[in-house]
Nanobody
């Protein structure tokens, strides 16, 4: 059974960078679409980015486009979210999720809005001076 563990969160100043990791065990991530989601206190969960199982297609939410980059290292069975030019409004718990049936290539932006099957426990990102 697939298990996902996020890491890399922390406190960073506005304009800084963080790289989140989502390490998988129990199955190869090459078979899954991977999504990064975030939830701030009092707000709904937001789709941040997703990556197709092929590793070719990506989608980004409007609020992070141009600042965040999703990538995968198949040898390490790990997906990353590089976050640059961070803003206070990026403060949230970040979750990675995986799903065998999500097709980022055909679903495009909708792949950020569907419910993925497997989830990690989340990692806190706080952007503050």
């Amino acid at each position: 059974q697939l298990q996902l563990v996020e890491s890399g969160g922390g406190l960073v100043q506005p304009g800084g960078s963080l790289r989140l990791s989502c390490a998988a065990s129990g199955a190869s991530l090459d078979r899954y679409a991977i999504g990064w989601f975030r939830q701030a206190p009092g707000k709904e969960r937001e789709g941040v980015s997703c990556l197709s199982s092929s590793g070719i297609s990506t989608q980004y939410g409007d609020s992070v486009k141009g600042r965040f980059t999703i990538s995968r290292d198949s040898a390490k069975n790990t997906v990353y979210l590089q976050m640059n030019r961070l803003k206070p409004e990026d403060t949230a718990v970040y979750y990675c999720a995986a799903d065998l049936k999500v097709r980022v290539e055909s679903m495009s932006r909708y792949a950020l809005n569907v419910t993925y099957n497997d989830w990690g426990q989340g990692t806190q990102v706080t952007v503050s001076s």
